[in-house]
């Protein structure tokens, strides 16, 4: 890697690089990606370790603090999320501003972003200890929020959380029980809900981890700067990419349809590409799909569930592998691929795909929120651009034009 930090300064020089693919614009110690490999870790734990052995809070301290929680830390951090998970109650008057049928995203940005008129004694920065309650609350609230996010848009009563169940099983609580009969929670599901955080849980310097870091650069309240996360994420060539990939197979419909979508994805005049497939960053198989493939399996077979989607995605990811085009582009199957799928079998709609990435990924957020704000060489991120407009030219009057 080449620092080119002082490049302008010293040269008067800078670089071009839209979609900054070969420009760092930091150094992080929370995660590693070595794409062309297909590895993932976060502190130097491989993803596939922390998915079969840890649980979400294990991994949610290893980011936040570097190390995997001692049995006293660990009850002292789930302590502290638990005690957090309540909603101001005046929040719960905000969602009704919304209409009933808004996009659960479009609630998330806006009642997140709304947590730093509710929190404010957790928003000034230059202090570590609000810094860690505001990290803190964002955790154990963003299910609560998430949840009746849910709730409201299909006409149900909020359910309030509940603290003796750990943090997936809460959510699940949350959002599948009913005042009027008694919901049982699976432990295979709650399991699955876990890993499946696990594997959102960060993605170093993605868009929406990226946006939170520039906003976060100006000095804004954490709120604001997760707020901004979601809005990033909620893209389909980001995190909105789980919802479109169901609706894709949803469209591809039977197997004998799969050949007419790979020849539509190869068509460059045609806009259309698989979804859930490629990378920015992996030129292999995404280690967190095939976990993801091993759990929806899982999930399904706990359930009871024949779903043939899953047989459209397994024989669209077979064909794809085997054509050239996917080979030459080094286009493979992303997180985002099996996800849906799992979550369909679990009862989440599509529309709230996105927010169970959002929620999952906002100790990522966090985490490197964090770790920007106490970098001493952090400055505001300012980018440089290429001007190709107009030269000088004259003022011409409104009748002239
Ligand atoms: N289907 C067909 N062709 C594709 C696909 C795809 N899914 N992805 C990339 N390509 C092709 C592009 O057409 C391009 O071809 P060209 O070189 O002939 O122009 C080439 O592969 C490189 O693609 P780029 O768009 O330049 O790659 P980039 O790194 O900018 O984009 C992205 C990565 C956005 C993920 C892209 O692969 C994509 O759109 N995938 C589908 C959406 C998706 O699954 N997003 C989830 C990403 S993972 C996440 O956010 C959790």
């Known amino acids: 890697a080449i620092d080119v930090s002082r490049l302008y300064a010293e040269t008067g020089c800078f670089t071009y690089d839209p979609g900054f693919t070969s420009t760092a614009s930091c150094d992080s110690a929370i995660t590693y990606i070595d794409g062309e490999v297909g590895i993932l870790m976060h502190r130097g734990y491989m993803i596939e370790d922390l998915a079969e052995h840890s649980d979400f809070m294990d991994v949610c301290y290893l980011l936040l603090h570097g190390e995997l929680p001692k049995a006293d830390q660990k009850t002292e951090f789930e302590r502290s999320i638990t005690y957090h998970t309540m909603l101001h109650e005046q929040m719960n008057y905000f969602y009704r501003g919304f209409r009933r049928d808004s996009h659960p995203m479009a609630i998330m940005v806006g009642v997140v972003g709304a947590m730093s008129a509710f929190y404010h004694d957790s928003t000034d920065i230059s202090d570590p200890r609000q810094r860690m309650i505001a990290s803190h609350r964002l955790i154990a609230k963003m299910p609560t929020i998430a949840a009746m996010a849910y709730k409201f848009s299909i006409g149900q009563p909020f359910v309030y959380p509940r603290n003796d169940l750990n943090y997936a099983e809460n959510f699940l609580n949350m959002i599948f029980s009913v005042p009027c009969e008694e919901y049982k929670i699976s432990p295979v599901l709650a399991r699955a809900m876990d890993r499946i955080f696990i594997l959102h849980a960060d993605h170093e310097q993605n868009a929406s981890t990226s946006t939170v870091r520039i906003s976060g650069s100006s000095n804004a309240n954490p709120f604001a700067c997760i707020a901004a996360g979601i809005a990033s994420l909620w893209g389909p060539a980001h995190g909105g990419a789980n919802e479109a990939v169901l609706q894709m197979l949803q469209e591809i419909g039977t197997k004998d349809r799969i050949p007419e979508f790979i020849e539509r994805a190869k068509d460059r005049d045609d806009p259309f590409r698989l979804m859930g497939f490629g990378h920015r960053v992996y030129k292999n198989y ?116």
């Open 286 to 401: 995404d280690p967190r799909a095939k976990v993801m493939q091993k759990s929806c399996h899982e999930v399904l077979a706990e359930l009871g569930v024949k779903d043939p989607l899953l047989d459209v995605a397994m024989e669209l990811e077979r064909i794809a592998l085997e054509d050239e085009y996917f080979a030459e582009k080094k286009l493979f199957p992303n997180v985002d691929f099996y996800s849906g799928i799992i979550l369909k079998a679990m009862g989440f709609p599509t529309s709230m795909f996105t927010v169970l990435f959002a929620l999952a990924r906002t100790v990522g957020w966090v985490a490197q929120w964090r770790e920007m704000i106490e970098d001493p060489k952090q400055r505001i991120s300012r980018p440089r651009q290429l001007y190709n407009g107009h030269t000088k030219r004259d003022y011409v009057a409104l009748g002239d034009r």
